[in-house]
């Protein structure tokens, strides 16, 4: 009888886990699939490239396919029909998707735009290997690992690789764009070494946050990914939107300021004045902010101070923490 119950009990709750996350009209393992523990995915129409959209839906991991061993994301033999993904991000209720799983989009040969929110910290190996139609690709700044073969034989041509990513695994994008190799561009002292191309170029930051790749100039990584120049290069308007930008990010990743114009002040403390003042206490950024590191006030010895202090007599005052 117990083990009855517990049959049941599983499928229940298998049940109700179908009916949040697949649409209504749709049936699990048909038209709609389970791709981790809280993910599924369905597809919908693709008006703009004339196929289908892979929505992808939930939160936290995607699985790990391991396609040359035969395990293949259950969505794949739709692969010729689907021409864009869309992967759901974080929200009040949900840190949304965090992983693109391994062998995903693995030979999706007509796939042409994928959408990946910030709540993506990884792009496992393999994820986008053989997507050959795919040109171009916006990683978010949130992402931090990518893994080996990712973009393998993609038709990526050009690739601007956040500085929040740490690890880059072998081959990420051995014959991406071709035997020619993709441009990647990548922050200095990033573990951009080369990865599978001999096009390897650099972008630097600036204090403001503004990012400067060759001879343009852009408010925001996401104005870099997408060749948004700032017109005139590093201009004031460059760098009050890229300061907004920084303001905007401090906002939701810390809770050191309530409301945008609080974290706008702080940014613009930090970026015009060199130090942030808050109280007594004086901080050099915004990090050492989050993390409580102010600057030490100087602290006089006996010896110092009687070296500092006047011969007539006058006493002196000893400056402390």
């Not at 990946?116 to 795919?134: C, Q, Y």
Request: net charge negative.
């Amino acid at each position: 009888m117990r083990k009855w119950i517990l049959i049941l009990s599983i499928i229940a709750s298998y049940n109700t886990y179908a009916a949040v996350h697949c649409p209504e009209g749709t049936t699990l393992d048909v038209d709609c699939w389970q791709c981790g523990d809280d993910c599924t995915a369905y597809l919908s129409d693709d008006n703009i490239n004339n196929g289908k959209t892979l929505n992808i839906k939930g939160s936290g991991t995607m699985t790990n396919w391991v396609c040359h061993e035969g395990i293949w994301p259950s969505w794949s033999d739709k692969r010729d029909e689907i021409t864009s993904a869309v992967i759901e991000g974080k929200s009040e209720n949900s840190t949304g998707i965090t992983s693109i799983g391994a062998w995903t989009f693995m030979k999706f040969t007509n796939l042409k735009s994928v959408d990946i929110p910030d709540s993506v910290t990884t792009i496992e190996g393999s994820a986008f290997k053989g997507t050959t139609s795919l040109e171009t690709i916006e990683i978010p700044s949130s992402v931090t690992d990518i893994g080996s073969e990712t973009f393998y034989n993609s038709g990526i041509t050009s690739i601007a690789i956040p500085d929040s990513v740490t690890t880059i695994q072998t081959n990420a994008f051995l014959y991406a764009g071709g035997y020619a190799g993709s441009t990647i561009w990548c922050a200095a002292d990033t573990p951009c070494a080369n990865k599978g191309s001999n096009n390897i170029q650099i972008y630097s930051i600036d204090k403001s946050g503004v990012y400067k790749a060759g001879d343009a100039y852009y408010a925001t990584f996401q104005d870099f990914a997408r060749d948004i120049k700032c017109d005139g290069g590093l201009t004031q308007e460059c760098i009050a939107k890229a300061l907004e930008n920084r303001a905007l990010v401090l906002k939701q990743k810390s809770d050191i300021c309530k409301t945008e114009d609080e974290c706008l002040a702080l940014v613009h403390a930090e970026y015009y004045n060199g130090t942030i003042q808050i109280g007594n206490k004086s901080y050099v950024s915004i990090e050492d902010l989050i993390n409580g590191h102010h600057i030490l006030k100087r602290i006089y010895t006996i010896e110092e101070a009687e070296r500092v202090s006047k011969p007539s007599g006058n006493t002196f005052k000893i400056r402390y923490k």
